[in-house]
């Protein structure tokens, strides 16, 4: 069974049209949950650590929230230059220095 | 600071062949990984390293190989190459082992197996 689940795998936006991006995880005792984007041809960039439940992280257009069994990237208002991969991980089960990514959510914004 | 350097951005190897995939950064960073990106999925840890001399398995460990001699530099080494390990191949490094999580990453290596 995964361990981080991430949908939907792809998301058309038109530029403004604000929407969120979910990551579900079935790890037990979250040890933090990790958003990264990645640009086509590039290495992932991260965004943002969550640790506790209730806890919210934003940049710019993006917002990130954690509960219990999900985070969500919320984008407000988006452009065409938020255009990218977005990729959640947590820590793998059971052992230390480990991540687990999801698949990855292609987000493309239509000017 | 350059950052995660990677090199070659792009290789082409026959089957049973051996190679290098070289990963240096200048952050003084502790922790150094390597993934492999392959489509639908997603990244998965290959090997990783805590330290200079401290290197364990991740994920995805056969037919790869890696060590540690330096704080800045840790290879990738493929010890006879097959068409399974065409994949686009990335080294990520973070200041220590407790922020494994927040991860610089190479621009990434493109390998073709023929």
């Known amino acids: 069974e995964d361990q981080v689940t991430q949908s939907p795998e792809a998301l058309r936006l038109q530029e403004g049209e604000s929407s969120s991006l979910n990551c579900s995880y079935t790890?037990?005792?979250?040890?933090?949950l990790f958003w990264y984007r990645q640009d086509p041809g590039k290495g992932p960039e991260f965004l943002f650590t969550?640790?506790?439940a209730g806890e919210e992280k934003e940049k710019e257009r993006l917002k990130a929230t954690l509960t219990k069994k999900e985070s969500f990237l919320h984008i407000t208002a988006p452009k065409p230059e938020d255009s990218a991969t977005y990729l959640c991980?947590?820590?793998?089960?059971?052992?230390?220095?480990?991540?687990?990514f999801g698949k990855g959510i292609t987000l493309s914004v239509r000017p | 600071n350059a950052g995660v350097t990677q090199t070659p951005k792009f290789q082409v190897l026959k089957t049973g062949q051996s190679m290098t995939l070289q990963c240096a950064q200048d952050?003084?960073?502790?922790?150094m990984s390597w993934y492999r990106q392959d489509p639908g999925m997603g990244l998965r840890l290959i090997h990783y390293?805590?330290?200079?001399?401290?290197?364990d398995q991740g994920e995805v460990p056969n037919g790869y190989n890696v060590s540690r001699s330096t704080t800045e530099d840790f290879p990738l080494r493929l010890l006879s190459a097959a068409p399974s390990q065409t994949s686009v191949y990335f080294c990520?490094?973070?200041?220590?082992?407790?922020?494994?999580?927040?991860?610089?990453f190479g621009e990434g290596s493109r390998l073709t197996v023929l």
């Open positions: 990520a490094s973070s200041l220590s082992m407790t922020g494994f999580g927040e991860l610089f």
């Open positions: 790890v037990s005792g979250l040890r933090g």
């Open positions: 390293s805590v330290g200079a001399g401290i290197t």
């Open positions: 952050m003084n960073h502790e922790y």
């Open positions: 969550l640790y506790s």
């Open positions: 991980a947590v820590p793998s089960p059971g052992a230390n220095s480990k991540l687990t």
